[in-house]
């Protein structure tokens, strides 16, 4: 089945610092979607991409989507304790009602 | 407004047991999703219901079942349940189900089988 590759699969960093991560895929997605999510809760949406190109911002987090439709990533500037959790890229296909996850970033700063 | 609410939160069960496990989407959105999310891993798409109607099913056997009532709510079912089924569900929400439309989950129920 179709697989999202997400990079980097952990990060460790300091307060304050800024963040890069991504996903790709050998398909092409329709529709980028990025997630967050706390030990114990539900995939929180950050992000949402809807066109080849297209760079969104939400606050602090920058989102783009590849213009080949192959890939996404996700900045998120100056870092803050409150940003530990596992983010998720998740994809969505052309002419297909489900979502593709990727396996997630842990994201771990040290104050 | 409330989000998406899934209910139990937490659930254990024996093997060979039967599970049901149920959500309520977001009010006027009409799709639901259910999602399985083992440990350590992405989630992972079961079904999409949209109006009543399933509209996608992932890669999971037959044991699997799930449907939506008139007012959009959604009940997974699980049979003869077996301990590789421990995971948490998650249930996700979007307007019309269809492409260019924002998912958005609940808290899940996490089913541990023994």
């Known amino acids: 089945g179709q697989q999202l590759n997400q990079s980097p699969q952990s990060m460790f960093i300091q307060e304050g610092e800024d963040v890069s991560m991504n996903c790709t895929s050998s398909?092409?997605?329709?529709?980028w979607l990025w997630y967050k999510q706390d030990p114990g809760e539900g995939p929180v949406l950050l992000i949402a991409?809807?066109?080849?190109?297209e760079l969104t911002s939400n606050g602090r987090l920058t989102a783009q989507f590849g213009i080949t439709r192959k890939d996404s990533f996700l900045n998120i500037s100056a870092s803050i304790p409150s940003d530990v959790g596992i983010y998720f890229c998740?994809?969505?296909?052309?002419?297909?009602?489900?979502?593709?996850f990727g396996q997630g970033t842990r994201l771990t700063i040290n104050p | 407004d409330a989000g998406v609410t899934q209910s139990p939160t937490h659930l254990i069960k024996t093997r060979g047991q039967h599970v049901t496990l149920r959500c309520s989407p977001i009010?006027?959105?009409?799709?639901v999703s259910w999602y399985q999310q083992v440990l350590g891993q992405g989630p992972q798409f079961i079904f999409q219901y949209y109006e009543k109607e399933e509209r996608g099913r992932g890669n999971f056997p037959d044991r699997f079942s799930a449907r939506q009532f008139p007012n959009y709510s959604s009940e997974l079912n699980v049979n003869a349940l077996l301990l590789g089924d421990s995971a948490l569900y998650l249930c996700a929400s979007s307007r019309t189900g269809f492409r260019d439309t924002e998912a958005f989950f609940g808290q899940g129920t996490r089913l541990t089988v023994v």
């Open positions: 991409l809807y066109k080849a190109g």
């Open positions: 998740a994809g969505q296909l052309e002419g297909a009602q489900k979502l593709v």
């Open positions: 009010s006027g959105h009409k799709s």
């Open positions: 398909s092409i997605f329709n529709t």
